[in-house]
């Protein structure tokens, strides 16, 4: 099976670690990648690697965004502006949005069938916006949008496994489920696997960092930027599961934030939360999102409150996107 990957943004941060990790996957035949600057250079550079895929770099000139994602199977997106010190993820709506509407309305038109993976912040916003931009265009399909929560969780199995005296992190499964900003973040550690026990002592803490580990490289990096090589890692990650699903692997599971009403198991998670968008384990499959599985079933008490505060967070930025999807420019 060929695959034609694209990254848009892929001059940036995150996106040139990021195409470096794409360009290493045997999955891949054909790597597209599109920013406003500087993309000749870096697949010049990527192109000497010795791995199957052909690199072509893509500048807005001569419809540029279009000859990229032209007929693309897979379109990860971290273009945009990051975060400064003291800047929420919401600060950087304004800039952001706009940005990923112009690349989803591209996408739409010359790859509506393409696997699109939203890394732009704020993901909690960003996704309705692409969401509700597909739509408009009549190619919406729920299960091949994905808000990339990843880093979220690779974050959660980090500190969860320093906490429980784990020499190896990735032997953890930790479900996060919400959003992707603050107090919309909702690790589940009674739901670990294998199971760990969390003094009591630490949980608060533990829950604050999972939910502001982003913070932590936004002030280390001291006004140059937002986490980048990890969430390289992150994405990558994502991005190889997806693939590995539409190869025929089964039973891939990962959270991603996806619109539940559209994707199959998820219009009761949308009913138990009031909201559509939300990030819940997702079973993949060759068509994308096989089924949205629902971890509320079991959550504890402290947990139930976490999501109470996270899905009145969500319901503002979910509302805020759609509204600015559906405001005509
Ligand atoms: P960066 O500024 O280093 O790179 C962004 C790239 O996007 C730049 O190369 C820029 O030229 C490009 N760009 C701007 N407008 C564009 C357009 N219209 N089309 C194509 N490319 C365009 O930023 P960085 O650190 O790579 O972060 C990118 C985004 O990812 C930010 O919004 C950041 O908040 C977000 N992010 C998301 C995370 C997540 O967990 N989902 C984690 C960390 C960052």
Do not use: C, W
Not at 81 to 100: E, H, Q, S, W, Y
Not at 183 to 194: N, Y
Not at 224 to 233: I, K, P, Q, R, V
């Amino acid at each position: 099976m060929g695959i034609k990957a694209v990254v848009a943004g892929a001059a940036g941060g995150i996106g040139q670690p990021l195409s470096l990790l794409l360009k290493t996957s045997t999955l891949i035949t054909e790597l597209s990648l599109y920013d406003v600057v500087n993309t000749p250079g870096v697949a010049a550079d990527l192109s000497h690697i010795s791995s199957p895929a052909k690199v072509t770099g893509y500048l807005p000139k001569d419809d540029g965004a279009k000859a990229a994602f032209k007929n693309a199977d897979l379109i990860v997106i971290p273009a945009g502006i990051p975060r400064k010190p003291g800047m929420t993820r919401d600060d950087l709506f304004k800039i952001n949005a706009g940005i990923v509407k112009g690349l989803i309305e591209a996408i739409a038109e010359v790859a509506p069938k393409a696997y699109i993976l939203i890394i732009s912040n704020p993901v909690n916003s960003t996704v309705p916006i692409a969401a509700e931009t597909l739509k408009a265009a009549g190619v919406f399909d729920a299960k091949r949008l994905f808000g990339v929560t990843t880093l979220d969780i690779v974050r959660a199995e980090t500190f969860v496994a320093e906490i429980a005296g784990k020499a190896s992190p990735q032997e953890l499964t930790v479900p996060v489920i919400g959003g992707h900003s603050g107090e919309t973040i909702v690790p589940l550690f009674s739901q670990v696997e294998p199971k760990v026990e969390i003094p009591e002592d630490k949980y608060d803490a533990l829950v604050k960092r999972v939910q502001f580990g982003g913070d932590e490289v936004v002030a280390a990096k001291d006004g140059a930027g937002s986490a980048t090589l990890s969430m390289a890692y992150a994405g990558y990650r994502f991005a190889e599961k997806v693939l590995k699903a539409l190869n025929g692997e089964t039973g891939i599971i990962e959270p991603s934030y996806v619109y539940l009403p559209g994707v199959p198991g998820g219009e009761e998670i949308a009913k138990e939360t009031g909201v559509d968008f939300f990030s819940v384990p997702i079973q993949l499959g060759k068509y994308g999102v096989e089924k949205a599985l629902n971890p509320l079933a079991n959550i504890t008490d402290k947990e139930k409150e976490l999501l109470k505060v996270a899905i009145e967070g969500l319901k503002g930025n979910i509302s805020k996107g759609v509204t600015f999807a559906q405001t005509p420019a």
